[in-house]
């Protein structure tokens, strides 16, 4: 019987240190993620999209991280505090909120790459009305020095 408990007091410990240490790593973890969204919305307001493809390699790497933890979170979340939980709440509001300000940038850059498209099509069929091949304007004219 002393060596149940032992287990069970160990595995109770071992649960402490996962919960220890998953706080511990959690909030820089969400630090980290919406310093990800802010950086990527300056650079959309500025339309430096050049590394967009970039982004996503970094974002699925933190969001991965904030993923297992939140995992653990969920399955264990009577072992937290409620001030942790409720910091936690916090983080993650202003997550979602970051993704909100980003899918709104993003839906503006369309808009305004939608508009220099259009723009494009516009003076690509102007100067086609300027091709000889068009049929309008007459075609070259070669004169020959030989009689």
Not at 81 to 104: N, S, T, V, Y
Not at 126 to 135: E, H, K
Request: charged share 25%.
């Amino acid at each position: 019987m002393v060596s149940l408990m032992s287990g069970v007091q160990q595995k109770k410990q071992l649960l402490g240190e996962e919960s220890a240490e998953i706080k511990r790593r959690v909030m820089p973890a969400i630090d980290d993620f919406v310093a990800l969204q802010q950086e990527h919305a300056a650079l959309i307001e500025n339309g430096r999209l050049q590394d967009v493809f970039s982004w996503r390699a970094k974002r699925e790497k933190v969001f991965q991280t904030l993923f297992c933890q939140f995992e653990y979170i969920n399955d264990n979340s009577a072992r937290f505090e409620p001030e942790f939980l409720a910091q936690l709440q916090a983080g993650l509001k202003e997550m979602l909120d970051g993704e909100a300000l980003l899918r709104r940038l993003v839906a503006m850059q369309q808009d305004v790459m939608k508009e220099k498209m259009q723009s494009m099509r516009r003076g690509k069929k102007a100067l086609s009305g300027y091709s000889v091949s068009n049929g309008l304007a007459p075609g070259p004219k070669f004169h020959s020095s030989r009689m």
